[in-house]
């Protein structure tokens, strides 16, 4: 599908609200909602002549737009299950300065994930942060699934020592 500067213009001006007020449905903060919106109108512009549509265009534009609300529904979701899988409960028993020890917790989290050795670090990224299941970051890596699997086991375990965490 090839499109002219008038056209995109034409389909920006047509479907830019009606596709932020879609993505309201899935995300309430309105920068979150515009950035998913014109993500997918940039991502249309780029690759206009590389993407071909089996129906129209606003189906196109709708569905990425449900599609990119849920992946950053799940990549939040997946950031806080780390928090609750490595940090026990017993941190936040104490609700006076809850907030501020939650922030220093995850900077905690986030250095020593920084900490973790290199391929170990990569591979708990690859799926805990951008969602990747061992399958495909074994494809990506060109390793197997079993070493995806002991890497992740090596992760949790090293991360745990550095809460103090005993299983």
């Known amino acids: 599908m090839k499109l002219s500067k008038a056209q995109f213009k034409s389909i920006f001006d047509t479907y ?4 932020c007020n879609f993505c309201s449905k899935y995300l309430q903060d309105r920068g979150d909602i515009e950035d998913v919106v014109q993500e997918v109108l940039v991502k249309l512009w780029q690759n206009h002549g590389k993407i071909e549509l089996q129906k129209d265009v606003k189906y196109y534009l709708f569905t990425s737009v ?14 806080q299950e780390i928090l609750d899988t490595i940090i026990p409960d017993k941190y936040f028993e104490d609700p006076v ?9 995850k900077e905690k989290l986030q250095s020593s994930i920084r900490q973790l050795p290199p391929k170990c670090q990569e591979i708990f990224v690859m799926n805990k942060v951008n969602g990747l299941t ?27 020592e550095k809460f103090g965490i005993t299983k």
């Not at 830019?16 to 596709?19: I, T, V």
């Not at 300065?97 to 917790?105: C, F, N, S």
């Not at 399958?135 to 991360?159: C, G, H, P, Y």
């Open 66 to 79: 449900k599609n990119k609300s849920i992946e950053i529904i799940r990549s939040r979701k997946r950031k």
């Open 134 to 160: 061992y399958n495909e970051i074994s494809e990506e890596l060109k390793i197997s699934v079993k070493t995806v699997d002991n890497q992740m086991r090596r992760a949790f375990k090293l991360l745990r």
């Open 16 to 19: 830019y609200n009606p596709l």
């Open 97 to 105: 300065g809850d907030e501020a020890d939650l922030i220093i917790l």
